[in-house]
């Protein structure tokens, strides 16, 4: 069955995780088959797919990539300290009070 399988890192919300594992619940219990969350990621994944038209999972697609963009963002933003900013358009560092620093050469 999964002869040529790639391994994936999915990182999800809390509220997410615990829709799908009442879902594995829900559907053990309908099938009286044992069904792992993973079972319940994968054919919803699989299904997802099939629906690639839908205005529903392009706006929620569309969703996540604005917040995963903010995210990165406010990341790249918190990760640099004022004092090594540099402002691009004159080649200077700034310095915490915002005054500019000559570049040493």
């Known amino acids: 069955m999964f002869t ?3 391994r994936v890192l ?3 919300s809390q509220d997410a995780v615990d829709r799908a594992r ?3 619940g829900r559907a053990t ?3 009286k088959l044992p069904v ?5 990621l994968r054919a919803l994944i699989e299904e997802g797919l099939k629906w690639a038209d839908n205005p529903a999972l392009l706006a929620n697609v569309e969703a ?3 917040a995963v963009r903010h995210i990165r963002r406010v990341a790249r933003q918190g990760a640099r300290p004022e004092e090594n ?3 691009r ?6 310095q915490p009070g915002g005054r500019e620093r000559p570049r040493r050469k």
């Open 4 to 6: 040529d399988k790639t």
């Open 10 to 12: 999915l990182i999800l």
């Open 22 to 24: 009442v879902f594995a």
């Open 29 to 31: 219990t309908t099938l």
């Open 36 to 40: 792992s969350l993973q079972i319940v």
């Open 64 to 66: 996540q990539a604005k």
């Open 85 to 87: 900013r540099w402002d």
């Open 89 to 94: 358009r004159s080649g200077s560092r700034q």
